[in-house]
């Protein structure tokens, strides 16, 4: 018996949720911990900095005193702590090593990223909103299980960086207090009828054989267009750090501007004409999962990478449902000496490969061992947006038989497919069309509430902060706030 290299487990994705009502899961993108983490961390650390296995470090500055005030948001401070404190958990959740001069360069967007965040938390409690205990620790439950993590040790891994609980408590009651706005501002438009599906229905079918792509987003506002350079250094920076293996879906919900913050970045397939044009010149020609270099639009920069290419009405995938088992290993396995424990998990997994069929019995496995991981890894999976060692592994596994052993660092799962079939996933249900619908309406109430909301605050920075002006709340005059991305119009098929 001997262990193989350790078999990198894939993060085995959940379908994309369009409905708003979904898109409040959006926000576990905000940690993918430990597997994108584990994959992004370096190996090395420098002196003097905080590092562990497997996640993000941050080398730690000389700062001003953590208290002191940095500037006030409508009367309500923002503090040099507030800012230390999302800088390290924007460290932890890339995985990546910050140095000191990185995070002076991210400093920035991330005080930018908290006045917008303090703004909406006032208006969140102007409209008495109360954000239950409940709801957050059901969030934070959805990153520990989507990353199959056990209760609770989401908690101990931010102590264990020094980053305060709240910090990312805060981040998660924002976003879910402002869905609920949301949900005020369009309550009055009604739902999505029956004829505005059947409108999106015919246009797709219209648009049949046209391209569409699958986007993700990170949108960096100029305020200033006659002097963007400080904004497009930070554009190249967060590029570099993508390029470097920092998770797109992660970067895009710490800094992007566009409302698909909420959802990694993901502005789901859309058509050529609801793209800026500068855009669409670049995803033309991308490779998928390329990161594009800083594009020029209306209202700043943006960053994209395109996750797949189709052609309206024809895209036939295969989907898969499966179920595993994990055997977790008491210590990291080192190939060349495993450990009496870890001889001993695989030969349990071995037998168990030859033993446990069906996804009934492979879910009871998992529970009797603890259940690390989840039994049920993402749902409907599609099998070619696997990673190809995953895809290897499923392609050719009959319904219900058990895969061989896959070792991993922490681990060895089995894996049982449940269900195999084609599936034309161009082709929208009248429900993903509502949804879809109902996403165009949620983005566009949020910008324009977001930019009035702005527009009436009164931001006052300290001098070597300069990430907004003071403006007095009734000036209506020659004080625009910058602009978001405009995403054109909706096009058919956007989802």
């Not at 002191?68 to 890339?94: H, M, P, Y």
């Not at 059947?198 to 049949?208: G, I, K, N, S, T």
């Not at 990430?467 to 956007?494: L, V, W």
């Amino acid at each position: 018996m001997s262990f193989s290299a350790p078999f990198l487990r894939a993060a085995l994705p959940a379908g994309r949720s369009l409905s708003m009502r979904k898109t409040l899961l959006g926000f576990s993108a905000l940690l993918a911990l430990p597997v994108l983490g584990a994959q992004a961390a370096p190996a090395h650390h420098v002196h003097a900095q905080r590092a562990h296995p497997g996640h993000g470090s941050v080398v730690e500055p000389v700062t001003p005193p953590e208290d002191a005030i940095l500037g006030t948001i409508n009367g309500q401070v923002l503090t040099e702590r507030d800012v230390d404190n999302r800088g390290k958990l924007f460290a932890l959740s890339t995985g990546l090593n910050i140095s000191p001069d990185l995070m002076q360069r991210l400093r920035p967007q991330i005080i930018r990223q908290l006045v917008d965040e303090r703004i909406k938390t006032q208006e969140i409690l102007k409209r008495h909103i109360n954000v239950e205990p409940q709801q957050i620790a059901q969030a934070i439950n959805n990153i520990e299980s989507r990353n199959g993590m056990p209760k609770n040790a989401l908690r101990d891994r931010l102590a264990q960086d020094g980053v305060s609980l709240t910090t990312l408590i805060d981040q998660i009651r924002v976003q879910i207090g402002w869905m609920q706005v949301l949900r005020e501002e369009i309550s009055g438009r009604g739902r999505i009828t029956a004829r505005e599906i059947a409108q999106r229905e015919e246009a797709l079918r219209a648009e049949e054989g046209r391209p569409q792509y699958n986007v993700s987003e990170i949108f960096i506002p100029v305020a200033d267009p006659r002097h963007s350079e400080t904004e497009l250094e930070f554009t190249k920076t967060i590029i570099t750090q993508l390029r470097n293996g920092a998770p797109f879906p992660i970067v895009a919900a710490q800094f992007s501007q566009a409302q698909t913050a909420l959802d990694g970045g993901t502005m789901g397939w859309v058509q050529e004409d609801s793209l800026d044009p500068p855009v669409v010149e670049i995803v033309r020609q991308m490779p998928i999962g390329a990161i594009s270099n800083p594009v020029k639009v209306a209202g700043g920069y943006v960053i994209v990478t395109v996750n797949g290419k189709r052609t309206i009405g024809h895209q036939n995938v295969t989907m898969v449902t499966v179920r595993q088992a994990f055997f977790p290993f008491s210590s990291p396995l080192n190939p060349q000496e495993p450990t009496d424990q870890q001889k001993m998990a695989l030969q349990k997994a071995s037998a168990a490969a030859q033993s446990v069929h069906g996804c009934d019995a492979m879910e009871a496995l998992n529970h009797s061992l603890g259940e690390k991981h989840p039994s049920d890894p993402g749902g409907q999976l599609v099998l070619e947006r696997l990673n190809p060692q995953m895809r290897q592994v499923l392609s050719d596994l009959p319904v219900g038989q058990s895969s061989r052993p896959l070792v991993s660092t922490d681990g060895i799962a089995l894996l049982t497919v449940c269900s195999k079939g084609q599936k034309n996933i161009a082709q929208q249900s009248p429900s993903e069309i509502a949804d879809s619908l109902m996403n165009e309406r949620v983005e566009q109430a949020s910008r324009q509430l977001e930019r009035d909301l702005e527009r009436r605050s009164v931001i006052e920075m300290r001098k070597d902060d300069k990430t907004a002006s003071a403006k007095p709340a009734d000036d209506t005059q020659n004080d625009e706030p910058p602009a978001k991305k405009p995403h054109g119009k909706p096009a058919p098929g956007q989802g």
